[in-house]
């Protein structure tokens, strides 16, 4: 793969595997509002934690969670192993506050890594960095921290950042591989890049974002999608099927498929990954409208999937989008690498049933409809909007903006030779 971000080692997975599946769970799924029931919620902490004595998901079952994945074309999977109400979805040997010790006493993130590796998906660590439950974790009040300390807390920087360190190498060497360390929430500082750097070292094939440590691999854009034709920096874009809430919520507004299916055609098309959140419920099945709304993506996906295969790269910088007044066609291209193959991208809805491609001036041999498997007409004209260039560019013409409206559109075009004069 032609890549200027590759690593050149066991972490290139990161340019090839593109679409992973997100997982926020824990106890926070018994009230079922947000993973943030205490600092949202305002739910006392001696009222939320004893929800631990509840929690028994006897439904859950990893790999159907990742034949789900796998059919939508997802290729890795992340997991909370603890989000910031401390609780471990994980056996920790530094901790009681955790899933061994609830009535389910299995260890979920080992099932669901047996279950990734099973199945061929690359396994992902989510980890908070704040805890509202560890004594030594300095609660100030600050954004996504307790107001202050409780009774019998001992707020100490160093003594919660060696916790820490000792659950995250926990992770990283009773688990199997581990392709990704997303850290979340850095209100306190933490900085260590040397353990950063041990974790390379215990698991050669991991990725770390930008949300720990300064010496970190990727950024991770969440809930929304950035400007530009093509990103700058490795990139992995995070957003969950409803809007409200990472966490399962009974009353979730959820987010349109298309919208969902947009943003994906646009972070894929500008170079990034896409990881989509998913908030199991507490007996440890997915809601049912998170799985007809990753079926949905899924159907789209898997007929556009090889625009983003690991043999394409972000080519919109070959077209110079001239302006119809204030109007223009909002495309990305894809391009497969070493050959005259484009694809392109109509990441937002089409003002007009057509698409100009300046300054391509080649026909293409073929023109392919992905959504559909359908021909494309494709015309080398003169067009009054460009008069003032005088000569004839390429445009695609009659796509079916008014029969499929519900997914983003992709266009394949082959040339048999150079696209521009």
Not at 116 to 132: E, H, K, N, T
Not at 174 to 192: C, E, K, S, T
Not at 212 to 227: A, F, I, K, L
């Amino acid at each position: 793969m032609i890549n200027r971000f590759r690593f050149h080692d066991a972490r290139d997975w990161f340019n090839e595997k593109r679409l992973g599946l997100f997982i926020h769970w824990g106890i926070y799924s018994i009230p079922a509002w947000h993973e943030q029931m205490e600092w949202r919620g305002r739910m006392p902490r001696k009222e939320y934690e004893p929800l631990m004595r509840e929690f028994n998901p006897v439904k859950y079952d990893p790999d159907a969670w990742l034949a789900l994945a796998k059919s939508v074309g997802m290729e890795f999977v992340t997991i909370t192993t603890k989000h910031h109400d401390g609780f471990c979805m994980f056996d920790s040997k530094y901790t009681d506050f955790k899933i061994t010790n609830t009535p389910y006493r299995k260890d979920i993130v080992k099932m669901l890594a047996d279950a990734a590796a099973r199945q061929g998906l690359v396994m992902g660590l989510y980890y908070s960095i704040p805890d509202w439950n560890h004594k030594n974790y300095p609660n100030q009040g600050r954004h996504h921290e307790m107001w202050g300390p409780r009774a019998g807390d001992e707020p100490d920087y160093d003594k919660y950042f060696a916790y820490m360190e000792n659950q995250v190498t926990e992770l990283c060497t009773g688990y199997g591989p581990i392709g990704q360390l997303f850290w979340d929430i850095n209100v306190a500082g933490y900085n260590r890049t040397a353990f950063n750097d041990q974790i390379r070292k215990l698991q050669p094939s991991i990725v770390i974002n930008n949300r720990g440590p300064e010496n970190w691999d990727y950024s991770t854009p969440e809930r929304h999608v950035p400007d530009g034709m093509e990103f700058t920096q490795r990139t992995e874009a995070v957003q969950s099927l409803g809007r409200e809430s990472w966490g399962h919520k009974l009353d979730e507004d959820y987010y349109n498929p298309k919208y969902i299916m947009q943003s994906i055609d646009k972070i894929l098309a500008m170079g990034g990954n896409y990881m989509l959140n998913v908030g199991p419920k507490a007996d440890g099945t997915l809601d049912e409208r998170d799985t007809a709304s990753l079926q949905r993506i899924g159907r789209w996906y898997t007929k556009v999937r090889e625009a983003f295969t690991p043999d394409t790269y972000p080519a919109t910088s070959m077209i110079t989008q001239a302006t119809h007044g204030e109007m223009k066609d909002r495309i990305l291209l894809t391009r497969r690498v070493n050959t005259n193959t484009i694809y392109v991208h109509a990441y937002e809805d089409l003002a007009t049933n057509a698409i100009s491609m300046r300054p391509f001036t080649a026909n293409p041999v073929k023109a392919t409809l992905l959504n559909d498997g359908s021909p494309v007409e494709t015309v080398v004209s003169k067009t009054p909007g460009y008069h003032h260039e005088d000569r004839a560019f390429l445009r695609l013409r009659g796509l079916p903006t008014t029969k499929i409206t519900d997914e983003p559109l992709v266009v394949k075009l082959e040339f048999d030779g150079a696209l521009c004069e």
